[in-house]
């Protein structure tokens, strides 16, 4: 029996009833002979208020101060946890990012984790304590300040922490039973996924799933350690993430050739309109948009009017970054020379992930008749080694969602209802 | 222009408005020249809401955890006084209790302030930044825990900050407009005291006056802080608390003779009945409270009678204790060797505070007076150098602070109304 490193989201302790339901949970692990380490998130709605608040007090809050509010959260529900645990009869300590030692650079509201010195926390579990930490904070290096770790935070503390302390697994608790082969709100017989590769898990987070983030799951991947994605309401077995798969009973999970199906629709698609077809132009418009510090997706060029010289680029970056985008590019018109710009915010993109896709050379093709079966226009293609990602009308999305779901045989046959929500930070 | 210490209580941080109306007078003392550091307790009902939060998760919080609890609410204020004094153009900066310095021995809940190593402060404010320090936390010695200083700390922690930083004075800003010659619930012609010495401010907090706690004000005599007690609201002068008079204009505000009429009716009385008259007696009675770690305020053991060798000793302490006592007293009843207990909540104590009684005879004889020609009957009597405390009925406390501020000359010419309310911690 090891170490575990478990992790409640915001929604599994929303109330001091939550709180209660997550410390017997806690008990229960301690008492199966492991050594317990518990990363939280905050209370419910907790985070959104403490923005409520800052936008009250100042326009754009961000900075130094608005990450010492917000780590104010995870310090109330920490501190509940620990004395609900007590309430049971066993020790618990709990610490901030701070003192648990996740130290991190001094960007604030988004900072990175550079080490992790978790002695405060060895020595609480050697005195026998289970140890509670705030997820989504750490100190900063240079200057000692509190930092966050921006949206999903508490998944990356928690398997940092499970990393620096060598944990036989972290255990992410949300309120969805684990990663489904499709979202279930838009999918209604999306399975369970049993064991998914960090690879696909990773293609997945990064196309749309909103389980766990790319961050975390990079992270875990790094240290080797597993994820196993669970709720936090069922105590169910949910999913392991992890390099090589578990065995269930004296079957070993096979790989799946798909792992499933991801839908994204916050990106938006920009196209660059008449730009002349020669070397150069393509970097010159990407150095604008990488100047802004604007994160694009996918990219695609037309194939060049042999009679203008002229041809059009398209690229989709997150809704968000719309207006910055295309104020970077008017503002470098005259450099890079274009006729015109295009905006497009109801576009849909759906992938097909799978580490099969490799060696079964017929998914593309599976991919595209699907689609086409259900009406579904492609308006823009692009793929990895693992993974196959469409662009469509918005609108299109649930459809050919459920359409690619069944052609690729991921349809459960049973028709019990799943109840997905968020998965706090 | 030296360096002001102001803290403002959670009725002054009420609400975003209250945020931004207090961010606009720290900037006004930094506009002025000074350097200034601030003080700040939760908002509201905030520590209120945490230890209601607390009390569902476990009964009787206590200890390390709970005071990481309630540390969290000074987080929120500072963070967000931060954010709007930066949103009004300048430079400030938040700290918790930790960061700040101020070190505590271990005893959570309620920690004694034993050093305050400023060093991020003083950094801070050398590089042109306003200071916004948590109230009413530390970071203990030993353990580097999170540790509360019980209500009222924030006070503790500006007279503290101010004592370490050599301020030229402590401003606490409050919802009243300073410290009354008697609570103005009570006595509508209670009148704003413009000076007050510590000594007197003293007798006042220990007899009842919720202003400043009596801990702050100890703190500021041994270090000669002094503390100017003013509303946060109307920005008029308040009432300075420090060892020698302040000048108004040309004129040196002159001692007075009286400073005030304070009142309590948060005590009861408890009579030990038939004790034998020898020594050693009164001494094994308070022992048993003393090892029940009670504090008791005034005692009294009435003339014995000659026929019995059998006395009665009465004492007041805070009705909070009473059950406590009672059953201390009853577990050594064979030891101690009394007949019966009386236990009285209705009980209410009436203090006349004010240096000029050591060199004016007539003070207590004129108390009496007044007290009787108010019909009010009299049960215990306690002086000290500088006060006279008697116990009446708790039912005659407001008439008899009345007569006593009448007798006095103590009543103000103007009816003003006066707007009372709690002071924070």
Chains 1, 2 share one sequence.
């Not at 904070?137 to 998944?155: A, F, N």
């Not at 196993?228 to 077995?237: E, K, Y």
């Not at 793929?383 to 045989?409: K, L, M, Q």
Request: proline residues 3%; glycine residues 10%; contains cysteine.
């Amino acid at each position: 029996m090891g170490l575990v490193v478990q992790k409640y989201g915001g929604s599994s302790v929303a109330d001091a009833e939550g709180i209660k339901r997550v410390a017997k949970r806690i008990v229960e692990a301690k008492k199966n002979g492991h050594q317990v380490v518990v990363v939280v998130s905050a209370m419910g709605d907790t985070t959104d208020e403490l923005i409520d608040l800052a936008e009250q007090v100042s326009p754009m809050p961000s900075g130094r101060e608005f990450d010492m509010l917000l780590t104010a959260g995870e310090r109330i529900s920490m501190a509940l946890l620990a004395m609900a645990i007590k309430n049971l009869g066993h020790s618990a300590q709990s610490f901030t990012g701070s003192q648990a030692g996740v130290i991190t650079d001094s960007v604030h509201n988004k900072a990175r984790i550079i080490d992790v010195t978790p002695g405060r926390i060895r020595t609480a579990l050697d005195e026998g304590n289970i140890a509670i930490v705030a997820g989504f904070q750490g100190v900063s290096q240079d200057k000692k300040d509190i930092t966050t770790l921006g949206r999903g935070g508490s998944d990356t503390t928690a398997v940092a922490l499970a990393a620096a302390l060598d944990a036989e697994v972290c255990e992410i608790y949300t309120d969805v039973d684990g990663v489904f082969t499709a979202d279930p709100r838009v999918v209604k017989k999306a399975k369970k996924i049993d064991w998914i590769s960090f690879e696909d898990m990773l293609e997945l987070a990064a196309s749309g799933s909103k389980v766990l983030l790319h961050r975390c799951v990079e992270y875990a991947r790094r240290y080797n350690i597993p994820i196993h994605v669970r709720s936090s309401f069922s105590g169910l077995q949910g999913t392991w993430v992890s390099s090589a798969p578990i065995k269930q009973g004296d079957q070993k999970v096979e790989q799946a050739i798909i792992s499933g199906v991801a839908h994204d629709t916050s990106e938006a698609k920009v196209t660059v309109v008449g730009v002349p077809d020669k070397p150069g132009e393509a970097a010159s418009i990407f150095r604008a948009i990488a100047d802004a510090e604007i994160n694009i997706d996918m990219v695609v060029q037309n194939v060049s009017a042999a009679s203008t010289g002229l041809t059009d680029i398209s690229f989709t970056l997150p809704k968000t970054e719309g207006r910055k985008a295309i104020d970077a590019l008017e503002k470098a018109k005259n450099v890079i020379g274009f006729d015109s710009l295009r905006y497009d915010d109801q576009i849909g993109k759906i992938s097909l992930v799978g580490a099969g896709m490799k060696t079964n050379p017929g998914v593309t093709a599976g991919f595209f008749e699907a689609l086409s079966d259900a009406g579904v226009n492609i308006e823009l293609i692009s793929t990895s080694e693992i993974r196959i990602s469409v662009v469509t009308r918005a609108d299109d999305v649930p459809e050919a969602v459920r359409a690619v779901h069944t052609a690729f045989g991921l349809d459960s046959d049973s028709d019990e209802a799943v109840v997905y929500g968020g998965t706090g930070r």
